[in-house]
C-alpha cells in the first residue's frame, strides 16, 4: 500500500494481506505512515526502530522470475513478438500510474493477442496481472478457440507453487474485478500458471477446476464469480482499516502461521514471540491448542509449565494437556541454563512411555540409514530428488551415495537405490531402513509413481515394516527439551558438534545444489565437484546422526528393560499377502513392459498410437494405485501417537467418550456383537465424518505392537459430537474407550481393474497393431467406427430427430462408441430408455452402469416406459415429475411393479457375494 497525497492506493497484494493475516495489514499500514521504519541488508534482517524486515529469499524470486520469463518466450513464440505488448513498470506516482494504465487500455483497445504485465488502475487499487490474454485464444497451443471477441480478455498470473494456494486465487481474482477500469468487461475465467511437472511418464495432476499440462507448464482455471465476492469483502475490510488512524499494533508481533514464509515481517514477530516467552515456542503445540490455553488463562512457556491440572481447558484431552505441560516444563528449565559462552545451554530428556522404545526391532548388521536431499527449484521448478544416500555398518560407518542431476537419473538413481536395498535386506531378513522423520517414504512412493517404476519393490518395504521412523519412536515415548524435534536438535544428546561443515541444514543444502547447477552451467566443474563434495558430507553426517540416534535409542531401552519388537505370525501373514500380491504385481509389470517397450523417451515425440499405449500401460494397476494413500495412512494411524492423531485432519480424536448402550451379544440373524458410543471432539477441530459413513475405531496396541481397529457406522453427525454404532466379533468385545475414529476402507474397485487388465493383455498380444476396441478407440482420439460408412448419421437423414439418428448410429457401431453429451434436463434419461429398448429388441445383451443406483433406476424406469413416451418441453417437466409421483403411489399400494423390479434386490446380492433370493420372491 502506498500514501499518495490526500489517499491510500492499496494493491492486490494487500487484499491477500486481509485475508492471510490481519497483523501484517497493520505492520504494512504503519510502516506506509511512517510510524515506524524498516531496511534489510544482503548479511540479512537488521532492526530500525521497532520493525524488523525479512529479505526476500532470493533463490525462490530467481525461480520465479524465470518461471514468468519461460511463459513470456512462450507467448511471444505463439503469438510473435508484435503481439505481445508490454507495460514498464510504473515509479510509484499517481501520473506514472494512470500513464502506465492508458498504455494498458490502449493495447487492450487495439486487440493486442496479450499484454504483459498490464496495469490496472481505478485510482484507489493498482493491480499488475502477469498477463492478460485474449479470451479467445489458447495460451498453451498459440491458437484460436472460437471466434473473436473484441474487449474480451482474462488474466493469467505465473506462479512457482506447484498448487494453488487460496491467496494466489484472490489476487487473480481482484485482477479480474478490475478490468473495467480499462474498459474489458469482467471474464468469466481467470488462470494460474504453475511449473510443468516434468515426469517421464504420464502423472496424475492435483484436481483444479479446470487443468491442462503443458511443457512449459500447468494451466489451471477458476471461474471468476466463485471468488470475486470475497475482493468485495477483503477491500471493505481494508477500507476500514485505512480509514482508522494508522497506528502500530499492540503488541506489534503475532502467532505464527503459514503465510509467515513470505512475509516481510516474520523475523520481527519471531524476535517478539521469543521475547514474550509466547506459548508458540512449546515443541508440538499447535495454533489452535494455543488459543485454546490463552483463552484459559495461560499465554506463556512458564506459565504453561507451572499449570494445574485444574486450569486445563475443558476441550483439552488430560494427556495432551500434560504432554504440553511436560515440554513447557523441560523447555524452561533448559533455557535457565542458557549463556552466552553456552547459548544452547542443557538439553535433558524425559522419557514418557514405553511404545516407541519397544517398537524398535532387534539391531542387525545388515540395518541401513537413510536420508534423501531434494532441490524443489531444480529443473525449472519442477523438483528434483537428487542425492539417495545411505551409511551400513560394515567395516566402519560407511557412506553410499546415489546421484541424479535430471529426471532421467533421478529414475536411475532410484532404481539403483530401491534395487540395492531389497537386495541387502533380503541378505540380512532381519534388517531395516532407518530415516528420521517421514520425508523418505513419501519421497519414495513419489518417485515409484511419477516413474511407473519399482511400484512393487516400495510396496513391500512398507508393508513389510522395513521401513522404521526414528521420529515416531522419539515422539511415542520421549520429550526432550529443545524447542524443535528436528534431529539438529537432538545431536546434543548423542553427536555433539557434528555440525562444522559449511552445509548445516537442509535450506544450505539447497543453496548449495543451486550453486553446483550454476557453476556446471557455466563450464566450472572443479567448483561444481568442491559443492558437491560439501553436500556429499552434509548428507553422510544426516545418516551418521540416524545411525547414533538409532544406537541412543537403544541404549535407553536397554536402561529401561524393555523388549525389543518382534514380528512373528503378523510378520508370516505379511508375507503370505505379500508373495499373492507379487503375483498379480509380477504379471501387471510384465504388461507394463510389454506395452512401453520401443516407445521414445520423450513423450512429446510419441504418436497417436503410442501415446494411447502409454495411457493404457499407465492405467494397469491405477485403481490399486489409487487406494494405496488410504491404506499408507491407515496403516501409519496404527502406530501413530496421539498428537499426531490430533493433527491429522481425515481423524477424529474424541476429547472424551460416553457408552450410551452396552454390548448387546449377538442374536437371531445378527452375528456381531454390537454397542453405542458418543464421542465428544474439540470444537476448534471439527469432525470430518458424515451420518452414514462407515469408519474404523483406533484402539491402542500394547508397547511395540501396532494398534487395532473395529468397525462403526456414524448413526448421527453433529459439529462436536459423534454417535457410533460399534459392531465386533463376539471374541473382540473391549471395555475401554478407542483412541480414535479413522476414515472407513477405501472403496472397492473390482470389477475395474480386472476389465483393464484383460484390455492390456488383448492389447499386447495384438502388437505392434492395435485392436479394435472402443476402449483403444477412446485412448487413440479416433471417432467411432462405423460398418458401412465413415461418418456418424446426422438428424436431417431422419426428418430432424435427433433420438432417431443416435438409434441408427448404435445399430451401426462397429464394435466402437458412442458418446452423447447435454445438459441437466435434455433427455438424456429418455434416450437412455429408447436405447435400451432397442438394443433389447434386437436381441442384445445391455449393461447399465452409473456413479449412482439412483441413475440406474431412473434408465430402467425409462426402459419400461414408466416416464412419458416423448420427451417434455422443461416447463412441464414439473407437473410430469408430480404426476409420476402420484402413479408411482398408487403402483405401489397396488403392489403393481414393474417387471424388472424384484431382480434389483436380487442383483445387489449377487454383487456383494451373498447368493440371491429367486425373482419371484421378490
Not at 325 to 344: C, F, I, K, S
Request: glycine share 8%.
Amino acid at each position: 500500500m502506498h500514501r499518495f497525497e490526500d489517499r491510500w492506493v492499496v494493491s492486490a497484494s494487500d487484499l491477500v494481506d486481509v485475508v492471510e493475516c490481519g497483523h501484517r495489514v497493520g505492520l504494512a499500514h504503519a510502516l506506509a505512515a511512517g510510524l515506524v521504519t524498516g531496511e534489510t541488508s544482503e548479511n540479512g534482517p537488521r532492526r530500525i526502530d521497532r520493525v524488523r524486515l525479512t529479505p526476500a529469499d532470493t533463490t525462490a524470486v530467481r525461480h520465479g522470475e524465470a518461471h514468468e520469463r519461460r511463459w513470456l518466450e512462450h507467448l511471444r513464440r505463439c503469438f510473435g513478438a508484435d503481439g505481445v505488448v508490454a507495460i514498464e513498470r510504473p515509479a510509484p506516482t499517481l501520473a506514472a500510474l494512470a500513464q502506465a494504465h492508458e498504455r494498458t487500455r490502449q493495447a487492450l483497445a487495439a486487440g493486442v493477442p496479450v499484454v504483459y504485465q498490464g496495469a490496472l488502475f481505478d485510482g484507489a487499487f493498482q493491480g499488475r496481472p502477469d498477463f492478460l490474454i485474449a479470451a479467445h485464444l489458447d495460451p498453451v497451443a498459440g491458437a484460436s478457440t472460437g471466434p473473436a471477441v473484441a474487449g474480451r480478455y482474462e488474466p493469467y498470473d505465473a506462479k512457482l507453487a506447484r498448487h494453488a494456494s487460496p491467496g494466489a486465487v484472490l489476487q487473480l481474482a481482484a485482477y479480474a474485478a478490475a478490468l473495467p477500469s480499462v474498459g474489458v468487461p469482467v471474464p468469466r475465467f481467470m488462470h494460474l500458471l504453475h511449473p510443468a511437472q516434468r515426469a517421464t511418464a504420464p502423472e496424475p495432476e492435483p484436481e483444479p477446476a479446470l487443468g491442462v499440462g503443458v511443457g512449459v507448464g500447468v494451466v489451471r482455471t477458476f471461474r471468476v464469480d466463485d471468488v470475486v465476492p470475497m475482493v468485495g469483502h477483503a477491500r471493505s475490510r481494508l477500507a476500514d482499516r485505512l480509514a482508522a488512524a494508522p497506528a502500530v499494533p499492540e503488541p506489534s508481533w503475532a502467532e505464527p502461521r503459514s503465510a509467515c514464509a513470505t512475509c516481510a515481517f516474520s523475523a520481527h514477530c519471531a524476535r517478539g514471540r521469543a521475547e514474550a516467552r509466547d506459548l508458540s515456542l512449546v515443541a508440538g503445540l499447535r495454533g489452535d491448542q494455543r488459543q485454546v490455553l490463552r483463552a484459559a488463562g495461560i499465554t506463556a512457556v512458564e506459565e504453561l509449565a507451572a499449570a494445574r491440572d485444574d486450569q486445563r481447558p475443558a476441550t483439552m484431552s488430560p494427556a495432551t494437556f500434560a504432554g504440553l505441560r511436560l515440554q513447557a516444563e523441560l523447555q524452561a528449565g533448559q533455557d535457565a541454563t542458557r549463556t552466552a559462552d553456552d547459548p544452547v545451554g542443557t538439553v535433558t530428556v524425559r522419557m514418557t512411555g514405553p511404545e516407541g522404545l519397544a517398537a524398535l526391532p532387534v539391531p542387525d548388521p545388515g540395518d541401513i540409514y537413510f536420508d534423501m536431499e531434494g532441490d524443489p527449484y531444480a529443473l525449472d521448478a519442477a523438483g528434483l530428488e537428487y542425492l539417495f544416500g545411505a551409511v551400513t555398518l560394515a567395516d566402519g560407518e560407511l557412506f553410499r551415495a546415489f546421484w541424479a542431476h535430471d529426471r532421467a537419473g533421478e529414475r536411475q538413481a532410484f532404481e539403483r537405490f530401491v534395487d540395492w536395498a531389497t537386495e541387502r535386506l533380503r541378505a540380512h531378513p532381519g534388517a531395516h531402513i532407518y530415516h528420521y522423520a517421514p520425508y523418505e517414504p513419501n519421497a519414495l512412493r513419489r518417485l515409484a509413481a511419477r516413474h511407473g517404476t519399482r511400484e512393487r519393490q516400495v510396496d513391500d518395504l512398507l508393508a513389510g515394516h522395513r521401513l522404521v521412523d526414528l521420529y515416531a519412536v522419539v515422539r511415542r515415548s520421549l520429550r526432550i527439551s529443545q524447542p524443535s524435534y528436528s534431529i539438529k536438535y537432538l545431536e546434543p544428546l548423542f553427536l555433539p558438534g557434528a555440525r562444522q561443515a559449511e552445509v548445516k541444514n537442509a535450506t544450505d543444502s539447497i543453496v548449495a545444489y543451486e550453486s553446483f547447477l550454476a557453476h556446471r552451467a557455466a563450464g566450472e566443474l572443479a567448483a561444481a565437484d568442491r559443492v558437491l563434495a560439501q553436500i556429499a558430507d552434509y548428507n553422510r553426517i544426516d545418516c551418521v546422526s540416524t545411525h547414533r540416534l538409532h544406537r541412543w535409542l537403544l541404549g535407553l531401552r536397554g536402561a529401561d528393560g524393555g523388549t525389543p519388537r518382534i514380528d512373528t505370525a503378523a510378520a508370516v501373514d505379511t508375507a503370505a499377502d505379500a508373495a499373492d500380491d507379487a503375483l498379480v504385481d509380477a504379471a501387471d509389470d510384465a504388461l507394463v513392459d510389454t506395452l512401453v517397450a520401443g516407445l521414445p523417451d520423450d513423450p512429446a515425440d510419441w504418436t497417436g498410437d503410442e501415446r494411447a499405449r502409454a495411457l493404457l500401460a499407465a492405467a494397469v494397476g491405477y485403481h490399486r494405485r489409487e487406494n494405496k494413500p488410504a491404506w499408507w495412512s491407515y496403516f501409519a494411524a496404527l502406530t501413530a501417537d496421539r498428537a499426531t492423531l490430533e493433527s491429522a485432519d481425515d481423524c477424529a480424536v474424541p476429547v472424551s467418550w460416553t457408552v450410551v448402550e452396552d454390548w448387546v451379544e449377538p442374536a437371531g440373524r445378527r452375528r456381531r456383537s454390537r454397542r453405542l458410543l458418543q464421542a465428544r471432539v474439540d470444537p476448534d477441530r471439527p469432525h470430518p465424518f458424515d451420518r452414514g459413513e462407515a469408519v474404523r475405531l483406533l484402539y491402542p496396541g500394547p508397547p511395540g505392537a501396532e494398534g487395532a481397529t473395529t468397525d462403526a457406522v456414524v448413526e448421527r453427525a453433529e459439529p462436536h459430537t459423534l454417535l457410533l454404532r460399534e459392531s465386533v466379533a463376539p471374541d473382540g468385545v473391549a471395555r475401554r474407550p478407542p483412541l480414535a475414529v479413522l476414515p472407513g476402507s477405501p472403496v472397492r474397485p473390482e470389477p475395474k481393474p480386472a476389465a483393464i487388465r484383460g484390455l492390456a493383455r488383448r492389447t499386447a498380444d495384438a502388437l505392434p497393431d492395435l485392436p479394435a476396441d472402443p476402449a483403444l478407440d477412446l485412448l487413440r482420439r479416433r471417432p467411432p467406427r462405423l460398418v458401412g460408412r465413415d461418418d456418424l448419421p446426422a438428424p436431417g437423414e431422419h426428418d430432424g430427430d435427433q433420438i432417431a439418428a443416435v438409434l441408427a448410429a448404435v445399430s451401426m457401431l462397429d464394435g466402437s462408441y458412442l458418446a452423447v453429451q447435454g445438459p441437466p434436463g435434455a433427455g438424456k434419461t429418455y434416450l437412455a430408455g429408447r436405447l435400451i429398448r432397442h438394443l433389447v429388441e434386437q436381441g442384445r445383451t445391455v449393461g447399465v452402469c452409473s456413479t449412482s443406483h439412483k441413475a440406474i433406476e431412473n434408465a430402467m424406469l425409462a426402459a419400461t416406459g414408466q416416464p412419458p413416451a416423448d420427451p417434455k418441453p422443461a416447463d412441464t417437466r414439473a407437473a410430469d415429475a408430480r404426476a409420476a409421483d402420484a402413479r408411482a403411489a398408487d403402483a405401489r399400494a397396488a403392489d403393481a411393479r414393474p417387471a424388472w423390479r424384484p431382480a434389483v434386490p436380487a442383483a445387489k446380492k449377487q454383487r456383494s457375494g451373498a447368493r440371491p433370493a429367486s425373482a419371484a420372491s421378490g
